[in-house]
């Protein structure tokens, strides 16, 4: 049985399908979400959930793919709750809710530099810092100066950047059980016109190269040391390459879209034929960027 809150304020959703949430458009049903309409009401729900239940952050849902069984346990979307966005101090302070496109526009409309390459990552600022999320060569945890946390008892804790250790799309958490509430960047002082432009030529550069016209999650590999996981991929022949509903992207072969009809086992099956076949072909095993959780 589901342990909720007893007086929540928020949306609390049962056997929600999980498609509904995730940038793919695939995924089974959550046995129950729940989307928290502030922080206060987060930290109560959180306060009265059962301690043996599994619990998932969802931000945009855009590094993410839910099997086709669902998930077992509460699942709190975060994209729509825990929004703002501002100065504090030299400091951005922004909630993990923000969207990175937005957040790099603040930042750039505040003549803070440093923060652009957020406009081309297509997710909230919580899933960047938990995944340290990148493009162009910036990452996330190279701007972070500290962090905001709630654990399962709806407890807040302020921790320092140099608590985390981040490295290529991995973050490393000091205490387990706990999830990104909010963050304060420190960024070198800039231009604003200068950092529009820069935004907007991203954007164009991430329109030219990305298959942004149909569902997908972004960069299914990570990239290899020194190498383009998208490279790899199209050297194998596997550009197009189609199973079920999910295929590799004729436009960027490290991406997966869904052409209509996929479910989460299709693109999951492709995943694992590109990784074999990129092993076999040019002798590299890819690592999954991708985050998978679900049952089958």
Not at 31 to 52: G, K, S, V
Not at 81 to 109: H, I, N
Not at 214 to 228: E, H, K, M, Q, V
């Amino acid at each position: 049985m589901m342990a909720t809150t007893q007086q929540h304020i928020g949306k609390l959703l049962l056997n929600e399908p999980m498609a509904r949430y995730t940038s793919w458009r695939v995924g089974g049903k959550a046995d129950q979400i729940y989307i928290p309409t502030n922080l206060e009401d987060l930290q109560a729900f959180l306060r009265n959930i059962e301690t043996n239940q599994a619990i998932h952050f969802v931000g945009l849902g855009s590094n993410l793919l839910v099997r086709d069984g669902g998930i077992r346990g509460t699942v709190i979307i975060m994209h729509n709750v825990l929004t703002s966005l501002r100065m504090d101090g030299d400091l951005v302070y922004a909630e993990a809710g923000v969207t990175c496109g937005k957040l790099a526009k603040f930042c750039a409309k505040e003549a803070k530099q440093g923060a652009e390459f957020f406009a081309g990552i297509p997710g909230t600022l919580g899933g960047a810092l938990a995944m340290n999320a990148g493009c162009y060569g910036t990452e996330t945890w190279d701007v972070v100066h500290s962090v905001t946390t709630i654990n399962r008892q709806g407890e807040l804790n302020n921790r320092s950047a140099a608590e985390f250790i981040a490295s290529y799309r991995h973050v490393d958490m000091p205490v387990t059980g706990e999830w990104f509430i909010a963050a304060w960047l420190a960024l070198k002082a800039g231009d604003a016109h200068e950092s529009a432009k820069k935004i907007k030529d991203l954007l164009a550069t991430r329109l030219a190269s990305q298959p942004l016209n149909l569902p997908s999650a972004g960069s299914t590999f990570r990239n290899p040391p020194g190498d383009y996981a998208a490279r790899l991929v199209e050297d194998s022949g596997l550009k197009g390459y189609i199973i079920g509903g999910a295929q590799v992207s004729e436009k960027h072969a490290n991406f997966i879209v869904n052409i209509g009809d996929a479910n989460a086992l299709d693109i999951e099956l492709l995943i694992k034929h590109m990784r074999e076949t990129v092993l076999e072909k040019q002798g590299v095993a890819l690592q999954q960027e991708v985050k998978v959780i679900g049952e089958y």
